[in-house]
Structure formats: structure tokens, C-alpha cells
């Protein structure tokens, strides 16, 4: 049985078949329905683009179709990698690291090595999911595809606040949105790491030797430690001014960000089911991990007064 599939009844054991499951209360109109029931099936079948194509069409926030809107997540989510299925059977590891819980998590393929040399841009493809670097126990996401990557998880997140503002959203949603803004954490430091690290950028946009993305962007313990070691970059570029970001209209960073809507995932499911779970267990050690908080509550204050840029640096820094 396919992985989707042991995820969604693993889910559905903790949650129950609610109203919002997206296999449930497809739309009365025919072709509606028809277009919600071949998503459901590219979704089980890991057709992801082909979810997206379907869906993204059709939805609008003017008259949200709950299942349409958890359809499209769910793609988007399975396009950034994210595999819930990888997530629970890597928390049920007692020796797994807590960082790299998210990095475990994702369910992406290694980019094929560039046979054109003087091409600046290797040929990783977002779109498939073909963007790893592997260097030995380093995993890296190719610096040229991360944009696109960080966009499918921004547009996950964007379809559930939607949900929240409708009123609309679920224990799962609450769920999902604490799994893709970890994924997104760990993917926006790791970005901002390899921006750091990249030379090229000193020089102007325009410029032959202005190259983004030209640094792999590190997304597990053993990656920073690479490059932390390595000759062929200056670890020494990384500091504080690399995780500097403007607030939004709530007066957060987009760490900060993340990191609360994990804390929200975290305490949906203590309402939601009384028993211990390691989906819940696994999102609290990786948040503990990031926040240096190993004991104590944990608060959306907690969380602001941490994760400022000199918060995030100390702690990679020290890796």
C-alpha cells in the first residue's frame, strides 16, 4: 500500500473521519465531483502537478470548497517533498535527531550532475522533486530550485490560513500547517545560510558573476557541519545580518512564523486526542531543539523573544 494511503488511515486513527477529510462531502455538482475524485485519486497515485493543474483553477477564497482547498495542500505539500508517512515512521526512531526529523521527512530525489560544464545552472528539477545534494551524511536541496521549493510550501500555508479565516479549518489542517512551516523553517534558514556562504552575490544583479543560487542550501546537522569545515567556503560570512527579516502586518518574521504555527500543531493535537502520539511528540523535540528550550512552556512570546536573527545564527553556529 502506498505511502499516502498508510498516512491518511494513520491520520485518520487519531483524528477520525471528520467533516474535513478530503475524501469526504464532494460537491453536489457532477463536474465538480468528477474534478475532486480524479484529484483525490493523482493525490494517492503522487500525480501532484497533476492535483494542482486540476484544482488551482478552480479555487477561490470568494466561495471556499473546503475539499478543494485541502486537495490543493495536500499537493502542494507532496510537491515541497513533504511525506506525513516518512514524518511518523521517523519519529518512532528514539535515536533520530530532532533537527533532522525534517529533513527525514521529505521525499525528494538526487539532481543529476550538470554534463554541461560552462551551464551556470544544474539540471535540478523542482517540478519532479529531482533537487538533492548528497555529501555523505550532508543533505543539501540545490541552491537553483529553492525558490520553487519554498513557493509550493508558501502556497500550502496560504490555502490554510484561508481555511482559519473561513472558519473553516481542522485538527488536520492545524496539523499540516505545523508540518509544512517546519519543513519551511528548516528550508528558509538553510537558504539564508547559502546566501551567506555565496560570494557572487557582492556583485551586481546583471553582473556574469552574480549567480544565486550557485551555494546548495543545507538542511540537516551534518550539511552545516560541512560547511562549517569546508575550504571552499568562509564559514566566517555566516553571522547574524544573514537571518535579518522585515516583520508582517502580525509584527513577525517568517521564523517566527513557522515556529508559532508549530507550537499551534502541537497544542491541536493535546485537544484533539488525550493518548501520546509521536506525530505530536516528534513536532515538540524539534521545536525544543530549534528554540534551545530543552524544559518549560513554550509560548508565542517564548517564540519571539528566541527566534530573532541573532537567536537563529547562535544556534546553527553551533551545530
Given at each position: 500500500?502506498?505511502?499516502?494511503?498508510?498516512?491518511?488511515?494513520?491520520?485518520?486513527?487519531?483524528?477520525?473521519?471528520?467533516?474535513?477529510?478530503?475524501?469526504?462531502g464532494?460537491?453536489?455538482?457532477?463536474?465538480?465531483?468528477?474534478t475532486?475524485e480524479?484529484?483525490?485519486i493523482?493525490?494517492?497515485?503522487?500525480?501532484y502537478?497533476?492535483?494542482?493543474?486540476?484544482?488551482?483553477?478552480?479555487?477561490?477564497?470568494?466561495a471556499?470548497?473546503?475539499?478543494v482547498?485541502?486537495?490543493?495542500?495536500?499537493?502542494?505539500?507532496?510537491?515541497?517533498g513533504?511525506?506525513?508517512?516518512?514524518?511518523?515512521?521517523?519519529?518512532?526512531?528514539?535515536?533520530?535527531?530532532?533537527?533532522?526529523?525534517?529533513?527525514?521527512?521529505?521525499?525528494?530525489?538526487?539532481a543529476?550532475?550538470d554534463?554541461?560544464?560552462d551551464?551556470?545552472?544544474?539540471?535540478?528539477?523542482?517540478?519532479?522533486?529531482?533537487?538533492l545534494?548528497?555529501?555523505?551524511?550532508?543533505?543539501?536541496?540545490?541552491?537553483?530550485?529553492?525558490?520553487?521549493?519554498?513557493?509550493?510550501?508558501?502556497?500550502?500555508?496560504?490555502?490554510?490560513?484561508?481555511?482559519?479565516?473561513?472558519?473553516?479549518?481542522?485538527?488536520?489542517?492545524?496539523?499540516?500547517?505545523?508540518l509544512?512551516?517546519?519543513?519551511?523553517?528548516?528550508?528558509?534558514?538553510?537558504?539564508?545560510?547559502?546566501?551567506?556562504?555565496?560570494?557572487?552575490?557582492?556583485?551586481?544583479?546583471?553582473?556574469?558573476?552574480?549567480?544565486?543560487?550557485?551555494?546548495?542550501?543545507?538542511?540537516?546537522?551534518?550539511?552545516?557541519?560541512?560547511?562549517?569545515?569546508?575550504?571552499?567556503?568562509?564559514?566566517?560570512?555566516?553571522?547574524?545580518?544573514?537571518?535579518?527579516?522585515?516583520?508582517?502586518?502580525?509584527?513577525?518574521?517568517?521564523?517566527?512564523?513557522?515556529?508559532?504555527?508549530?507550537?499551534?500543531?502541537?497544542?491541536?493535537i493535546?485537544?484533539?486526542?488525550?493518548?501520546?502520539?509521536?506525530?505530536?511528540d516528534?513536532?515538540?523535540?524539534?521545536?525544543?531543539?530549534?528554540?534551545?528550550?530543552?524544559?518549560?512552556?513554550?509560548?508565542?512570546?517564548?517564540?519571539?523573544?528566541?527566534?530573532?536573527?541573532t537567536g537563529?545564527?547562535?544556534?546553527?553556529?553551533?551545530?
Amino acid at each position: 500500500m502506498k505511502k499516502i494511503m498508510i498516512a491518511s488511515i494513520l491520520l485518520l486513527t487519531l483524528f477520525g473521519c471528520s467533516n474535513g477529510s478530503v475524501f469526504e462531502g464532494l460537491s453536489d455538482d457532477s463536474s465538480m465531483e468528477a474534478t475532486i475524485e480524479q484529484a483525490a485519486i493523482d493525490l494517492d497515485d503522487r500525480n501532484y502537478e497533476e492535483v494542482i493543474n486540476s484544482l488551482a483553477g478552480i479555487y477561490t477564497t470568494t466561495a471556499l470548497d473546503p475539499e478543494v482547498a485541502r486537495l490543493l495542500v495536500s499537493g502542494y505539500m507532496g510537491k515541497a517533498g513533504i511525506d506525513v508517512a516518512n514524518f511518523i515512521f521517523y519519529s518512532a526512531d528514539e535515536e533520530a535527531d530532532n533537527f533532522d526529523s525534517i529533513e527525514a521527512t521529505l521525499s525528494l530525489s538526487i539532481a543529476p550532475e550538470d554534463e554541461d560544464e560552462d551551464d551556470d545552472e544544474p539540471a535540478c528539477n523542482a517540478s519532479d522533486r529531482t533537487v538533492l545534494i548528497i555529501d555523505g551524511d550532508g543533505v543539501f536541496i540545490e541552491g537553483y530550485c529553492i525558490e520553487e521549493m519554498i513557493e509550493y510550501l508558501n502556497n500550502a500555508k496560504d490555502i490554510i490560513f484561508d481555511l482559519q479565516n473561513a472558519g473553516l479549518e481542522t485538527t488536520e489542517d492545524i496539523l499540516n500547517l505545523g508540518l509544512t512551516s517546519a519543513v519551511h523553517y528548516v528550508i528558509i534558514v538553510g537558504s539564508a545560510t547559502a546566501d551567506a556562504l555565496n560570494t557572487t552575490l557582492r556583485y551586481p544583479e546583471g553582473d556574469s558573476r552574480y549567480k544565486p543560487g550557485s551555494v546548495p542550501v543545507p538542511i540537516n546537522k551534518e550539511a552545516y557541519r560541512l560547511y562549517k569545515s569546508s575550504d571552499d567556503y568562509e564559514w566566517s560570512r555566516v553571522d547574524t545580518d544573514a537571518f535579518d527579516e522585515d516583520i508582517d502586518g502580525d509584527g513577525l518574521t517568517r521564523y517566527q512564523e513557522d515556529l508559532i504555527n508549530v507550537k499551534d500543531a502541537i497544542h491541536a493535537i493535546d485537544q484533539a486526542i488525550s493518548q501520546p502520539n509521536e506525530i505530536r511528540d516528534e513536532l515538540e523535540e524539534f521545536l525544543r531543539e530549534v528554540l534551545s528550550t530543552p524544559t518549560g512552556e513554550i509560548s508565542d512570546d517564548t517564540i519571539i523573544e528566541t527566534v530573532t536573527s541573532t537567536g537563529i545564527f547562535e544556534y546553527i553556529d553551533n551545530i
